[in-house]
């Protein structure tokens, strides 16, 4: 079991290391682009997949800046759909979930059918 400190420490970590890695991601897509077809074909590709990895980067963000203000408010590792303790082993996992293992698995239920 990690320590209420422990995880912030990590969520505050693992924003930074993200803010990081988008800034490299806009870096690299404000880069021009080749004059050759082939080469610009292939930067195009590429270019999808950080942008793929940026969005996915953003939405990591926001969990971990909600987690933090969570943290913040005295409402961290309580559910934010039934208001039950999330599991400090679940915590472990996913220090940023809003959900404990139940509300999370009916979610993900409701999405897929």
Excluded at 71 to 83: K, L, P, R
Aim: glycine share 8%.
């Amino acid at each position: 079991m990690v320590a209420h400190e422990n995880r912030k420490h990590q969520l505050q970590s693992r924003l930074a290391d993200l803010r990081a890695r988008l800034a490299g991601i806009e870096t690299e897509l404000d880069q021009p682009g080749s004059k050759d077809w082939e080469d610009l074909a292939a930067e195009r590709g590429d270019d999808e997949v950080l942008e793929g990895v940026g969005l996915s980067g953003q939405q990591e963000i926001r969990m971990i800046e909600a987690a933090l203000s969570r943290m913040a408010s005295g409402d961290y590792g309580t559910c934010t759909n039934c208001g039950q303790d999330i599991s400090s082993a679940r915590l472990d996992v996913l220090p940023f979930t809003p959900f404990c293992s139940t509300c999370a698995a009916q979610i993900a239920e409701r999405h897929h059918v």
